[in-house]
């Protein structure tokens, strides 16, 4: 069984509109973060939490918003969509923040089509 | 600014043939480097890790890496594939600072053909 669930795994929107990423994890994790990959370039890091509270952010725009309501879920939000956006939005989990062990954990992905 | 190079997007071998995915890095500092791989229709999982001493390091499954520090190259090898190791590999690269912000190239699909 998964232990990092993403939900939904694809979803399609449309310009100007706002969608939710859902991110859970089941290791008994306390550090969580989200990537991105578009089309044709690499994964990118976004953000990292730890204990709920933001530890870095690479993402240039206001428009993405991480929310974390409980230590094992850290949901991205995503406001006024651009076809840019579009994108497979990867969670991961690991054990802690700091350590730099490199070993995350990942979920499937979220695959955000803009139309 | 540090980054990874996949110069290989596809790679196409035979089932029980040897298998070298090529990575070269860029970063000035002490790399930390490790090669994920995503399955089908799975997240991605560590495959193996270098951190530093001996520069070949053992993954799972029968794989293996060798860091290259004057060639500044990471590559990954094996020497029988199965079909089953049909996934897409990911070269990365964590520059230090403690925070797991990942670098990743890529990524090169391999395709094992039976």
């Known amino acids: 069984d998964p232990k990092i669930i993403q939900k939904p795994k694809y979803l399609v929107a449309v310009t100007g509109s706002e969608k939710i990423l859902i991110c859970e994890q089941y290791?008994?994790?306390?550090?969580m973060y989200w990537y991105r990959q578009s089309a044709k370039k690499p994964l990118e890091f976004m953000f990292s939490y730890s204990y709920q509270k933001l530890m870095d952010n690479q993402t240039a725009s206001s428009r993405f918003q991480p929310q974390s309501s409980k230590k094992n879920h850290l949901d991205l939000q995503i406001t006024a969509l651009k076809p840019d956006d579009s994108a497979t939005y990867f969670c991961a989990s690991s054990p802690h923040w700091g350590g730099n062990t490199g070993q995350l954990y990942f979920g499937e992905g979220s695959k955000l089509t803009v139309l | 600014a540090q980054s990874v190079t996949q110069p290989d997007a596809r790679v196409t071998v035979s089932e029980g043939a040897s298998l070298q995915l090529r990575c070269k890095y860029s970063?000035?500092?002490?790399?930390?480097l490790f090669w994920y791989v995503q399955y089908p229709r799975q997240g991605l999982q560590l495959l193996l890790k270098y951190y530093s001493g001996d520069p070949v390091v053992q993954g799972v499954n029968g794989f293996e890496a060798e860091f290259s520090k004057s060639n500044s190259s990471f590559h990954l090898r094996k020497a029988s594939v199965h079909w089953s190791d049909s996934a897409v590999y990911f070269c990365v690269l964590s520059g230090g600072g403690g925070n797991n912000k990942l670098t990743f190239g890529q990524g090169t699909v391999l395709s094992v053909i039976p």
């Open positions: 970063y000035s500092g002490t790399p930390y």
């Open positions: 290791l008994g994790h306390n550090a």
